[in-house]
């Protein structure tokens, strides 16, 4: 039987001995070599990579997402912030509306939250009980293959694993300094006090959806979350093999 994750006994923070100023210089050189597999990529039109990322409020999705995949070229680069479903939205089966954003062959796609929030919010507010969410499980899981194995997308899935502490840290800097203040919302603390629901259904999310496995990433400190998540994309796409395609022949009249 395999073993359960259990969240509280996984670290949140970089090793001791790590220096910050090791990791942002080597994150400086692995965004240099993004760059150009990211070209690679866009060029050659085989591959499509799909970055899927996860984790409580205020554990650094958007500084990620800035962090990683600004360096790169945006024609080849899409972000897609999954917010509360719409009327419309909610009349179709839930992953309608992530598949419109799935990236086409030669594209990257973050999602800055994706359909595990309809594993997560749903069931920590009581939307849908263990039954339909087992049952969305196994449906994540086939659409998860098929992108795989149907349209040759690569998936990166990333819970970005943030102490308590820190997320209240972070929440109250949204209250004090100007330049954060834009991000903050009262929902947030409502959030925060459900904090063991939400890592009870996490914990289940990375034990039931793992056919691609989950990566869970100490997100206490941005300069090593942004690392981590660099390198990964970085040694997935040298897995590649990834070639420039020659001058296209021009046909005859």
Known sequence: MAKKTKLKSIRTSAPRD???EDYKDHLDKILVELEELQNLLYAEGKHSILVIIQGM?????DGLTRDVFTSMNPQGVNVYSFKEPTPQELSHDFLWRVHKQVP?????EVFNRSHYEDILVT????MIDDKLAKSRM????????MLVNHNNTHILKFYLHISHDEQMKRLEERMEKPQKMWKYNADDLVESALWSEYQKYY???ID????IPWQVIPADQNWYKSYLVAKSLRDLMKSLKMKYPGMKK???L
């Open 203 to 205: 914990e289940e999310m």
């Open 57 to 61: 409020d205020a554990s650094g999705k």
């Open 123 to 126: 069931r920590v507010h009581r």
């Open 208 to 211: 039931n959806c793992n056919e």
């Open 250 to 252: 021009v046909k005859k």
């Open 18 to 20: 790590a220096r910050k």
């Open 104 to 108: 086409a062959k030669g594209m990257i």
């Open 138 to 145: 196994i449906a994540i899981n086939d659409f998860e293959r």
